[in-house]
């Protein structure tokens, strides 16, 4: 069996690689790192990040969705994968791949940012304002936090004219996270997505 260190070490390769503008050589290295360890997160996801650097916009499309079929657990693949359902409009796929997210993380911000907008998009004033203030008391430093504490606003006026407790969000099935191979995203490239890869790519080495 490969050790999963292995990988981690051809994953940081890769990143090194990427950040001397060699990206075919960082492309080749993150492969590597993926086939060294088919579980591990983070190559996907910075092999993916790449490729929408080389206008792959397919490929990494395919590449986040396999970071999250390898590890359904894995917070970063999650989200990554929700925002790509988030940017094509795919409300109910997004929150639930987000959900699921904090779930595992109760204090990922980014998340919780997403879930507020998404809530808000749909007219669930009350759950808005519950994950965007929840998202400003993990992150209080977010880059939009002029904007979202507009929304809470207007959240917040919004729930104060309905008494009635809203309907819950229709967040579909918990069961196998897949998409149609040919439904791949124009733009996944969320932010700070590459940053906690590389932060986050010690631990992911020794998940199951």
Not at 14 to 21: A, H, T, V
Not at 77 to 100: C, D, F, G, I, P
Not at 134 to 157: C, G, S, T, W, Y
Not at 166 to 195: K, N, R
């Amino acid at each position: 069996m490969i050790n999963p260190k292995f990988a981690l070490a051809l994953n940081n390769l890769g990143l090194i690689y990427r950040q001397q503008r060699k990206l075919d050589e960082a492309e080749e290295t993150y492969q590597k790192a993926i086939e060294s360890a088919p579980r591990l997160a983070a190559p996907r996801i910075n092999l993916a990040q790449l490729l929408l650097e080389k206008n792959d916009e397919t490929g990494a499309g395919v590449q986040f969705l396999k970071a999250v079929q390898a590890n359904r657990n894995n917070v970063l693949a999650l989200t990554n994968l929700a925002t790509y359902y988030y940017r094509r409009e795919k409300v109910a796929q997004a929150s639930r791949l987000y959900r699921r997210a904090v779930r595992l993380k109760p204090d990922y911000a980014m998340a919780h940012k997403y879930l507020g907008l998404i809530y808000a998009s749909v007219d669930r004033p009350r759950a808005s304002v519950r994950h965007l203030e929840l998202a400003l008391e993990h992150d209080p430093d977010d880059a939009d936090v002029d904007n979202i504490r507009l929304v809470i606003a207007k959240m917040q006026q919004l729930a104060a004219d309905r008494p009635q407790e809203e309907a819950p969000f229709p967040t579909g099935d918990e069961g196998e996270i897949s998409v149609e191979p040919g439904e791949m995203p124009l733009d996944l490239d969320t932010p700070g997505s590459e940053q906690d890869a590389q932060e986050r790519s010690a631990t992911e080495a020794t998940q199951p």
